[in-house]
């Protein structure tokens, strides 16, 4: 049954209970139930439908942040300590209780991505310091752990 079907559905039971002549109060009290019924479960399966939409969303937003692929500058700009460091300042960003959560997806996302970024250099990659101004995540790199 449609949305639309069991507003018309709840409507023809309401005006039943208000105008069928010769039913007890009993009945009455019964098809306002049904209706009332009627009327929640539509508004349940709304809210499982919107809830299932977001949560494909954030799925959706955590996938794009995740094949998120940082500039090759950053490889440039941070070695693979800071790069772990970043993943993890990140991650804890994400689970702040005060973050939405599309913002929880994303920098959960930017994490992995930081993490598989730090993969493929491996640890003993640590570049000299840059002579020139880094991305904002590079000096986030380095100054989170004084080397900025």
């Known amino acids: 049954m449609t949305p639309q079907q069991r507003i018309a559905l709840a ?12 039913l007890s109060s009993e009945k ?9 019924n009627v009327l929640a479960l539509n508004a349940l399966e709304e809210r499982r439908n919107q ?8 799925a ?31 991650e804890g960003w994400a689970f702040d209780s005060r973050m939405t959560p599309e913002w929880t997806a994303k920098l959960a ?5 930081m993490r598989r970024l ?15 101004r880094p991305s904002i995540v590079g000096f986030l790199g380095r100054k989170l752990l004084d080397e900025g």
């Open 11 to 22: 409507r023809k039971l309401e005006s039943r209970a208000e105008t069928a002549e010769g």
């Open 109 to 113: 996302g930017w994490a992995g991505s």
């Open 28 to 36: 009455r009290i019964e098809l306002r139930r049904a209706a009332k």
């Open 60 to 90: 959706r937003i955590f996938d794009q942040t995740a094949e998120q692929r940082w500039s090759e500058d950053l490889r440039e700009e941070l070695g693979y300590r800071h790069m772990i460091y970043m993943a993890d300042v990140f």
């Open 51 to 58: 809830s299932k939409s977001s949560a494909e969303g954030l």
């Open 118 to 132: 730090a993969e493929e250099v491996g640890p003993e990659w640590d570049p000299p310091r840059p002579t020139w």
